[in-house]
C-alpha cells in the first residue's frame, strides 16, 4: 500500500515514510491510493479477538510496510490495561434501545485521542527504524486542550523523540491546562500561546513548512513530525474502534450482521469523522455520518452549503475541544470525494488560505450530503442535554459528547430515522467537572476543581479515574505563555538552534 499526497498525487510513498514526515512537503496530506476492503466474516470473526488483535488486523491492511512482528509488538504494547483502565479499551455503552456510546476515553488521559496517541510513538519509533534514520524526532503540537496531554503521554521519555506543546492560553478546561503544565519526562516542552486553537495550528505548521526551520533542524541533527490528525498515523488507529465497535454489537445480537448503523460524532478537525468514513468505505455496513459542531458551526454550513468559509467570528464554548474553524482533515475527504483530484484540492485549498473560503462543485456537494448529516448546537443545549440524559437514563457525559446526544436528536426528530447509533463519547466527564457540574447541579459549581470532582463522582457513578485525581498535588512545570508571532523563536530556542 502506497500514500499519496492531497496537492500532488505523483508523490508515492509508503506508510513508515507517510508517518515519520507527517505532512507532505508541499502541504498536503497523506492518504492511502486504495482503501482495503473488510469482508463481514472478516468482522464477524474479529469479535472473538482482543482489541489489540482486531487493531493489528486492521492495520496490516494498511501499514503494508509493516511486518507481523512490528504490528504486535505496537499494538500490543498500546493497547493493554496497563495503559487503559478497561480490558475492552473502548467500552460501549447503552444509552436507551438501538443507541450506544462508544466510551473512547478510558486511557490515561480521559479523552479520544488517547486511542490513536497511545499507538503513535510506537509507529513512529518503528517507522524511524525501519527508514534507518538517524535524526531525533521534535513532534510540534497544536492543541486545542486534548491532544496535547495524549501526546505528552505518549511522547514523553520515548529515546529519539523531543515534543513541544502549544495550547491557546485562555482556550482550555481547569483540568485540561493542569494536565499539561505538570507533565513528566525529560522530552517534553508545553507552552501557552496568547491566541485560539486555529492560532496554535496555524503557527506549527508554518514552522513545520519553513524550509529555513527544516534546514536548520536537518543540519542540528533533526526532523520534525506530527502528532495532530494531519498524521496519517493518528488517523489508522481511529479506523479500528469503529470496525471493532460494529463487529462486537453484531455478535452481542444487537445488530444483524450486514445492517447499518449510523454513527455520530462530536467534531473538530474532521479527524474522527473521517475514520469512521473510511470505516465504512473498508466495507463496515455504516449507515449515516452525522457530524456534530458546537456554535463554531463551519463545519455544519459547508454540509449545507457546499461554502467552506472560515470568515466568522470564533466563540469560546464549553466544548473547546471542537472550537475550531479550520478542519484540516476535510481536505483528506475532499480528495476522496473528487477522485483524488489534486489539481482541485491545490485550488480550494489555497483560496482557503489567501481568502479564508472556498466552495465545492454540486457534484461534490450531493455526493456529501449523501453520505453525512450536519448540525449543531449552542452551550445552553449541550447543558440542558447533559441533564436530560443524566436524569432520563442516568448516564454522565461529558460536554462534547453531549453536543453529539443533542445534534443526533435533532436528526432524528428533522428525519425519522431510526436506524441504530453508535454515538463517540470523546471524554470523561471528569475533564470538564464545572461545566457538566453546572448542567446538573448549578449550586454545586465552585472554585476549587477538585470539589467539583468530588460532587460529581457522588452524582455520576463514574469512579474518578486515577490519572486525574493524582494531578491534585502535582507541581506546576510549565507557566509561561507566549506570543502567537513568536512560536518560531521559542521552538528554535528550545531547540538550541539559535
Ligand atoms: C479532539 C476532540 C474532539 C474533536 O475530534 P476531531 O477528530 O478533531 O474532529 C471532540 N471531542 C473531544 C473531547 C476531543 O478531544
Not at 499526497?5 to 497523506?30: C, K, P, Q, Y
Not at 503513535?120 to 534507518?132: A, D, G, I, N, Q
Not at 448516564?395 to 441504530?420: L, P, S
Request: proline share 3%.
Amino acid at each position: 500500500m502506497y500514500y499519496k499526497s492531497t496537492r500532488n498525487s505523483n508523490i508515492r510513498v509508503e506508510s513508515a515514510e507517510a508517518i515519520s514526515r507527517g505532512i507532505s512537503e508541499d502541504g498536503g496530506l497523506f492518504v492511502p491510493e486504495s482503501i482495503p476492503e473488510i469482508s463481514l466474516e472478516e468482522l464477524s470473526s474479529l469479535s472473538e479477538l482482543s482489541y489489540a488483535k482486531r487493531a493489528a488486523f486492521v492495520f496490516s491492511k494498511y501499514l503494508t510496510d509493516f511486518t507481523e512482528a512490528e504490528l504486535v509488538y505496537c499494538t500490543e504494547s498500546a493497547y493493554s490495561s496497563k495503559n487503559f483502565d478497561t480490558e475492552n479499551i473502548a467500552e460501549i455503552a447503552h444509552l436507551f434501545d438501538g443507541t450506544y456510546m462508544l466510551e473512547l476515553w478510558h486511557g490515561p488521559t480521559c479523552a479520544f485521542k488517547d486511542m490513536a496517541l497511545q499507538i503513535l510513538p510506537y509507529f513512529l519509533t518503528t517507522s524511524v527504524k525501519k527508514l534507518k534514520l538517524d535524526s531525533k524526532i521534535v513532534i510540534l503540537v497544536a492543541t486545542s486542550g486534548d491532544t496535547g496531554k495524549a501526546a505528552l503521554e505518549g511522547f514523553k521519555d520515548v529515546e529519539g523523540t523531543q515534543i513541544m506543546v502549544f495550547y491557546p492560553e485562555e482556550g482550555v478546561s481547569e483540568m485540561q491546562k493542569r494536565q499539561m503544565v505538570t507533565q513528566e519526562g525529560d522530552n517534553v516542552t508545553v507552552c501557552a500561546v496568547k491566541g485560539n486553537f486555529d492560532d496554535c495550528q496555524s503557527g506549527v505548521k508554518q514552522i513545520f513548512t519553513n524550509s529555513e526551520v527544516v534546514q536548520s533542524l536537518k543540519d542540528g541533527g533533526m526532523s520534525f513530525s506530527s502528532a495532530n490528525s494531519i498524521n496519517w498515523g493518528r488517523l489508522v488507529p481511529q479506523i479500528v474502534y469503529y470496525v471493532s465497535s460494529y463487529s462486537l454489537l453484531a455478535s452481542q445480537g444487537e445488530l444483524k450482521m450486514g445492517e447499518p448503523l449510523n454513527v455520530v460524532v462530536p467534531t473538530g478537525n474532521f479527524g474522527n469523522i473521517l475514520a469512521a468514513y473510511y470505516a465504512k468505505k473498508m466495507g463496515v455496513p455504516i449507515g449515516k455520518l452525522i457530524c456534530a459542531s458546537n456554535v463554531n458551526k463551519v463545519l455544519t454550513d459547508f454540509i449545507n452549503t457546499g461554502i467552506y468559509d472560515k470568515n466568522r467570528d470564533f466563540y469560546a464554548t464549553i466544548s473547546p475541544s471542537m472550537d475550531i474553524l479550520i478542519s484540516s482533515n476535510l481536505e483528506r475527504l475532499l480528495y476522496l470525494l473528487t477522485n483524488e483530484n489534486d489539481e482541485q484540492i491545490r485550488e480550494w485549498f489555497g483560496a482557503l488560505a489567501s481568502e479564508g473560503k472556498y466552495e465545492v462543485n454540486d457534484e461534490v456537494k450531493s455526493v456529501l450530503q449523501k453520505e453525512f448529516y450536519g448540525g449543531y448546537c449552542a452551550d445552553e443545549e449541550t447543558e440542558s442535554t447533559i441533564k436530560e440524559i443524566y436524569e432520563k437514563y442516568g448516564y454522565t457525559c461529558d460536554t462534547h459528547t453531549a453536543v453529539a446526544v443533542k445534534v443526533y436528536q435533532d436528526y432524528k426528530n428533522a428525519t425519522g430515522d431510526t436506524t441504530k447509533t453508535l454515538i463517540a463519547s470523546t471524554a470523561s466527564p471528569y475533564k470538564f467537572s464545572a461545566s457538566v457540574l453546572n448542567a446538573i447541579q448549578k449550586d454545586a459549581v465552585c472554585d476549587d476543581e477538585y470539589e467539583m470532582v468530588e460532587k460529581l463522582s457522588e452524582l455520576s457513578d463514574i469512579p474518578v479515574p486515577v490519572s486525574l485525581a493524582e494531578l491534585k498535588t502535582k507541581e506546576r512545570r510549565f507557566t509561561g505563555s507566549i506570543d502567537k508571532l513568536d512560536m518560531k523563536k521559542f521552538v528554535l530556542h528550545e531547540l538550541g538552534l539559535n
